[in-house]
């Protein structure tokens, strides 16, 4: 197997866990709590800012991972 196909799907691979743990840490972070007919949204906004810097990352990740699959340098 060609290394540059290797690293693409490695990129590949390493953006969806970045994903996987973006979206995680935006879930957390936000949390509605129901007391006595009261919605209170609790909310940490540090946490959702962490986020998205790690789904920004896998984006750039996955397109570095396509375009180096996809490049005709073989």
């Known amino acids: 197997m060609n290394t540059t196909k290797l690293i ?3 990129l590949i691979i390493l953006s969806l866990s ?3 743990i973006g979206i995680n840490k935006i879930s957390d972070s ?6 006595l007919g009261l919605k209170i949204d609790a909310s940490n906004e540090s946490g ?3 986020g998205y810097i790690y789904i920004g ?3 750039l990740l996955f397109g570095g ?3 180096t699959l996809k490049s005709k340098n073989q």
């Not at 936000?30 to 007391?35: D, L, M, R, S, Y």
Request: avoid cysteine; aromatic fraction near 14%; proline fraction near 0%.
């Open 8 to 10: 693409g799907a490695a």
């Open 18 to 20: 970045l994903a996987y």
């Open 30 to 35: 936000t949390t509605q709590i129901n007391f």
């Open 48 to 50: 959702k800012q962490q």
């Open 57 to 59: 990352a896998a984006i």
């Open 65 to 67: 991972g396509i375009y």
